[in-house]
């Protein structure tokens, strides 16, 4: 008589926001869960993006308050010691971490495996030699930093989101090639911690996505503290010398720098997991899904960065919690939003969702734009903040589709994948 192996109710592949939300909701109903990571549970948010880029942004905000007390009548310092800055840094990932150790989740009743998983069919992937089985799974692999196409780049010693954290000393020079979230960010803290700092951008203004007075209001604050910020730039070349700087070429001429900081966005991390085996479908953009997360085979799911919608955490972990409600109970829900609210969290934050006023204006003419500038509220006097704004876009009928803050607290207490 043979023995029936053991199939595991869902096994959750990755252990970022969007795996550890769908995990702890099937232990939590009672389902026999596994929980697959390769490297570290946590992902992105907890070693190389929310954590440790809001505590960086922390510490050099309050370096910059310092500089800038005589400005309140208060007379103080503001000298960095940048590896206790990051050893400040590491300590709050590590606080993270201490709630989400497979230990922790052994305790919630989530089986642990560390290791990459490869689909061996519909049914089955193997990890590290083990194959494992399961009704129903999950694919919550996270995303990857991406490389442009920068001649030269490959062979120049560089940073990127992953490895920033990691720096022991404080870089003279920082050249940031990105002018997204991320990149205007990092390049803000580091600027506020000491380093001089150029931020390139190839499109014609940082951050593309947001509204535009609010990425000008953003772009005139960092070139006041001291960031060379440089827009619908090109680069040809990247090279690096025998003493280790690095040099960017472009049609506006040559940048330097001690250290390269690369931050052009992110791509899904999918290569291999041998989705073929699987039958899933995907293409360089993502695992394709419904509009209830299920990819091509009926009890396969992907949530987050995987399937290359917005890559924000929330978002991440509420698509966790649909795929895990519709792979385990009947019927579903929809785990796809067409509008999701994000945050830069620089100083000040910019906080946005939904239609940008531009966007609004070739959209219809008949939508409305109310603005309120900061200096208006009276909070924001008495602090001496007062550089932004609250602007809402209203239909006549008085629906609102959409919204920007840029304010010192804008963005929400979570923050972006």
């Known amino acids: 008589m043979s023995i029936r192996k053991h199939r595991h109710d869902l096994v959750v592949i990755g252990g970022g926001s969007a795996g550890l939300v769908a995990a702890d909701f099937g232990a939590r109903y009672g389902a026999d869960v596994l929980l697959i990571e390769k490297s570290k549970i946590g992902g992105d948010c907890t070693w190389t993006g929310c954590v440790p880029s809001k505590a960086l942004l922390h510490a050099a905000g309050v370096a910059h308050q310092l500089r800038a007390a005589s400005d309140v009548g208060v007379c103080s310092g503001g000298d960095v010691n940048f590896p206790e800055v990051l050893r400040r840094v590491r300590d709050a990932s590590a606080a993270v971490y201490s709630f989400e150790t497979p230990d922790q989740l052994r305790s919630r009743g989530i089986e642990v495996e560390v290791g990459e998983a490869h689909f061996l069919d519909q049914a089955s992937v193997d990890v590290s030699g083990r194959r494992i089985r399961a009704r129903n799974f999950i694919i919550c692999t996270g995303a990857v930093p991406q490389r442009p196409p920068i001649p ?106 001690d250290r390269l900081l690369v931050a052009t966005g992110r791509h899904p991390e ?77 100083q000040p934050e910019l906080a946005q969702v939904g239609l940008t ?53 804008a963005g929400p207490t979570s923050c972006r994948s």
């Open 357 to 409: 006023e531009d966007q609004a204006r070739e959209q219809s003419r008949g939508m409305a734009i109310h603005r309120l500038p900061l200096e208006r509220v009276d909070r924001a006097q008495t602090s001496g903040e007062t550089e932004g704004f609250i602007k809402i876009v209203a239909t006549q009928s008085g629906k609102v589709p959409g919204g920007t803050i840029v304010a010192p607290a």
């Open 270 to 346: 999918i290569e291999g997991l041998d989705l073929a085996h699987a039958e899933v479908d995907y293409d360089q953009r993502g695992i394709h899904v419904d509009r209830n997360l299920k990819t091509s085979r009926d009890h396969i799911y992907a949530a987050g960065d995987a399937t290359g919608a917005f890559q924000f955490t929330h978002y991440a972990g509420w698509q966790g919690y649909v795929a895990a409600r519709n792979a385990l109970f009947p019927g579903s829900v929809r785990g796809v939003a067409e509008t999701v609210p994000w945050a830069v969290f620089t």
């Open 152 to 257: 030269g780049l490959e062979a120049v010693r560089h940073l990127t989101y992953e490895e920033v954290f990691d720096l022991e000393e404080l870089p003279g020079r920082l050249l940031v090639l990105g002018g997204g979230p991320v990149g205007v960010e990092l390049a803000q803290a580091f600027s506020r911690l000491g380093s001089e700092v150029t931020l390139a951008e190839r499109e014609n203004r940082l951050l593309p996505q947001a509204d535009r007075e609010a990425a000008d209001m953003l772009t005139r604050r960092l070139s006041a503290e001291g960031v060379r910020v440089e827009t619908g730039l090109e680069l040809e070349k990247v090279t690096q010398q025998s003493t280790g700087e690095v040099t960017a070429e472009s049609t506006r001429g040559r940048l330097t720098a």
